[in-house]
């Protein structure tokens, strides 16, 4: 074993090889990978694994390689052609391009963040939000949060600590990784009550539930699935209603803000931000960068003595927002009250007629020209657990393959990636959520990748 010991190469005769000097990082970060490389070949000996170092290029080879993975992740432009317009996975809302020039013009030099130019003294970084955020809904108040599951936490640590919160039994929903409203409401402090079934809750079950310890009546939106058949829940309006009767406050969280309704495509019924507000919940909370359209973000709607209590929480720091993500979201909140909803990508692409859509699948299929391939009606979601079990009709380009599987593997490798989907030995390309600019690269993509594998 102590022979082996003796074939490991020095630290310098390693740093000298060809490759490791082609990295353009530090040598400090190069020596500092070179050690613990050793180190592992050290350890494999001990246990017998190996009875040789491996030389000094090989060692080398392996370092290099192990930086350079490390060092060059980063986020890439992908193509989206799964007709899911809110991807999670795929960094949910593309954004605007005012919500871009605003955050270089914040990222680039110093701005007024914390600093009130008028006075000339320290300000609050919810001052260059707030206002906008509030009047931009027609709500008494707003605080803006770095995300929904915050704005959830510290609506409930502030209102129901130590104290019950009164939710339906069919609300209790877990969203992606495994966020779930019980566990949520544990942390928060607040006790959860639950009322009703698991299919049917009726307004007796939250009046019959309250007591002296109830903080709060919740209402949760349902996200990403539905309960349907021998139903029965109670509406905003009705438990805003009994709510106020008991002087108890509503919080609402929506989890998904939808601006305005989505009739015209045909989804109906959904609950929008203005609407939640008029029907009398005290408190609403929903994400920024889901239907909105904005970047990530946690946005709290409501009333003023109510958003005045949030704010102090010593928890608002921990979650707060930063400059980019304001300066994002003021520049698509002005786009929504000037009413140019088709600025905003998650928008333009939820409305764009269909016809359009199928002109940019004829488009990529006379692109392709690959044998087999088609214009066929698909679709869409808008995705992000907005909208559980509603479609927006759309149009691909379906391509038949029995190596389907490789195919898709060949695109997500390409340069950019392209990501759509597969249905038994089909591969769907959802064009609406396929910019028209992106359309030549996308067929390009596609029939390399058919190229490659077949």
């Known amino acids: ?174 969203i992606g990784g495994s966020f779930r409203m019980p566990d949520v409401m544990a942390l928060s402090g607040a006790v959860l009550k639950e009322v009703g079934t698991t299919n049917k809750t009726k307004i007796s079950d939250y009046e019959e539930a309250i007591t002296e310890d109830t903080a709060l009546l919740m209402k949760v939106h349902q996200s990403n699935f539905a309960i349907v058949g021998f139903t029965e829940d109670v509406d905003i309006k009705d438990l805003a209603a009994l709510a106020h009767k008991k002087g108890i406050p509503l919080f609402v969280d929506m989890g998904s803000g939808i601006p305005e309704p989505l009739d015209k495509v045909g989804i109906h019924d959904e609950w929008t931000i203005k609407g939640c507000l008029d029907q009398g919940a005290d408190i609403i909370s929903f994400s920024g960068d889901k239907v909105l359209g904005g970047p990530q973000a946690g946005i709290i709607l409501g009333r003023q003595d109510l958003i005045s209590s949030i704010a102090k929480n010593p928890l608002h720091r921990a979650i707060r927002i930063d400059k980019l993500t304001i300066a994002a979201l003021a520049a698509t909140l002005r786009l929504l009250a000037k009413g140019q909803y088709m600025a905003i990508p998650v928008l333009s692409m939820i409305y764009e007629p269909l016809d359009d859509v199928r002109k940019k699948a004829i488009q990529l299929k006379d692109s392709i020209d690959i044998p087999g391939s088609e214009v066929a009606p698909a679709n869409a979601v808008i995705g992000g657990g907005s909208t559980p079990t509603r479609f927006i009709p759309s149009s691909g380009v379906v391509i038949p393959s029995p190596k389907a599987e490789g195919i898709h593997l060949n695109l997500r490798q390409g340069d950019p990636p392209v990501i759509s989907r597969i249905e038994e030995d089909r591969l769907i390309f959802d064009m609406r959520t396929v910019d028209k600019s992106q359309i030549g690269v996308l067929a390009d993509k596609i029939k390399r990748a058919f190229s490659d594998v077949i």
């Open 1 to 174: 074993m102590k022979g082996a010991y003796k074939t490991i190469p020095k630290v310098d005769v390693i740093l000298n090889e060809p490759v490791l000097g082609k990295l353009p990082y530090s040598r400090d970060v190069i020596k500092m990978n070179v050690i613990k490389a050793i180190d592992d070949i050290r350890t494999s000996i001990k246990s017998g694994d190996i009875n040789q170092s491996p030389d000094a290029a090989h060692i080398a080879s392996g370092v290099a390689h192990t930086i350079t993975s490390i060092m060059e992740v980063r986020l890439r432009k992908v193509i989206n052609a799964t007709g899911v317009i809110v991807h999670t996975n795929l960094g949910r809302a593309p954004l605007a391009a005012e919500a871009m020039e605003a955050i270089e013009d914040a990222a680039g030099l110093y701005c007024n963040l914390e600093y009130d130019l008028e006075k000339g003294s320290r300000g609050s970084r919810q001052d260059i939000i707030r206002g906008l955020t509030a009047y931009c809904f027609g709500s008494e108040d707003a605080l803006v949060v770095n995300n929904n599951a915050a704005a959830v936490l510290i609506t409930l640590s502030t209102l129901a600590k130590g104290k019950e919160v009164i939710v339906s039994r069919g609300e209790l929903v877990e």
